[in-house]
């Protein structure tokens, strides 16, 4: 399986981004998926996840309220959308499938994109 995870980029304090995780080989819809973050020294943590239903969403403190998560299941995608970005949110993004119920847990997830630079800088 491959996930492809996009939309990352360079924006000002208070500015938005959306995110997109593809997958390829899998159907996301099987899968509970998750976002993570790692910033410059600093261990990898969690962001936000969806259950495979759709019908549960999970977010971490520090994005809660700022953070949307989503899925459309047919395209096979899965959508971070960041609103209020602070300059503490730059990091690189990942994307992960799991079957899990631990799904705040990066540990329990099988798959992993190769991340997403998101930079929030005035």
């Known amino acids: 399986v491959q996930l492809q995870a996009s939309g990352g980029g360079l924006v000002q304090p208070g500015g938005s981004l959306r995110l997109s995780c593809v997958a390829s080989g899998r159907t996301l819809s099987q899968y509970a998926t998750g976002w993570f973050r790692q910033a410059p020294g600093k261990e990898r943590e969690f962001v936000a996840a969806?259950?495979?239903?759709?019908?549960?969403?999970i977010y971490s403190d520090s994005v809660k309220g700022r953070c949307t998560i989503s899925r459309d299941n047919a395209k096979n995608t899965v959508f971070l959308q960041l609103n209020g970005l602070k300059t503490e949110d730059t990091a690189v993004y990942y994307c992960?499938?799991?079957?899990?119920?631990?799904?705040?847990?990066?540990?329990?997830?099988?798959?992993w994109g190769q991340g997403t630079q998101v930079t929030v800088s005035s």
């Open positions: 992960a499938i799991t079957k899990s119920v631990q799904i705040t847990v990066s540990d329990q997830y099988l798959y």
């Open positions: 969806v259950r495979r239903s759709g019908g549960s969403r």
